[in-house]
T-cell receptor, first 112, second 111 residues
Framework: AQSVAQPEDQVNVAEGNPLTVKCTYS??????LFWYVQYPNRGLQFLLK??????LVKGSYGFEAEFNKSQTSFHLKKPSALVSDSALYFC??????????FGTGTRLQVFP | DVKVTQSSRYLVKRTGEKVFLECVQD?????MFWYRQDPGLGLRLIYF???????EKGDIPEGYSVSREKKERFSLILESASTNQTSMYLC??????????FGSGTRLTVV
């Protein structure tokens, strides 16, 4: 069965430092992978997706993600964190019948 | 840009009430979804629909039903609200290989 794991409930990083939010997945076949961000009391906003092609995917707000097939990972990264990046981040994989299956979310806290 | 509108941001309902959550999208998407979001559990799929009058159960359909009479509108119905249905409810729509577009969510409290 398709599944997604986000092993960290919270990630803390100082402003200006690089950040990584981890995601691993389990799928049969080729994975369609997504990252979403949620700001307080708002819906989810699409950040980026991997379907095929280059393993490094660039998305909105300076975020990027690296697809690693051998490690079944799709970690979200940003070279220099901003305080405004503080939010809840969700990794997702497209499952059977095109449904998105979400991880439990990782709260990113960027400190000034 | 696709817009997904959920009619209420906050709702407070009493136990046993019938509750309607409305969702409208403006880009002619075939696929629409209802999720609930709870801390530590992420998003869980309640129901989804691939076309008008079509519906499929998601992972947690118990206590819920849906209606899709028009392509742009997908309604979630709580037949008899209970306190364990207090949650954030998120509607989404999708076309093709794109990601989902989400509404802003409805925070429902059942008292």
């Amino acid at each position: 069965a398709q599944s997604v794991a986000q092993p960290e409930d919270q990630v803390n990083v100082a402003e200006g430092n690089p950040l990584t939010v981890k995601c691993t997945y389990s799928v049969s076949g080729n994975p369609y992978l997504f990252w979403y961000v949620q700001y307080p009391n708002r819906g989810l906003q699409f950040l980026l997706k991997y379907i095929t092609g280059d393993n490094l995917v660039k998305g909105s707000y300076g975020f990027e993600a690296e697809f690693n097939k051998s490690q079944t990972s799709f970690h979200l990264k940003k070279p220099s964190a901003l305080v405004s990046d503080s939010a809840l981040y969700f990794c997702a994989v497209r499952g059977p019948t095109d449904k998105l299956i979400f991880g439990t979310g990782t709260r990113l806290q960027v400190f000034p | 840009d696709v817009k997904v509108t959920q009619s209420s941001r906050y709702l407070v309902k009493r136990t046993g009430e019938k509750v309607f959550l409305e969702c409208v999208q403006d880009m002619d998407h075939e696929n629409m979804f209802w999720y609930r979001q709870d801390p530590g559990l992420g998003l869980r799929l309640i129901y989804f629909s691939y076309d008008v009058k079509m519906k499929e159960k998601g992972d947690i359909p118990e206590g819920y039903s849906v209606s899709r009479e028009k392509k742009e509108r997908f309604s979630l119905i709580l037949e008899s609200a209970s306190t364990n249905q207090t949650s954030m409810y998120l509607c989404a729509s999708r076309a093709g290989d794109s990601g989902y577009t989400f509404g802003s969510g409805t925070r429902l409290t059942v008292v």
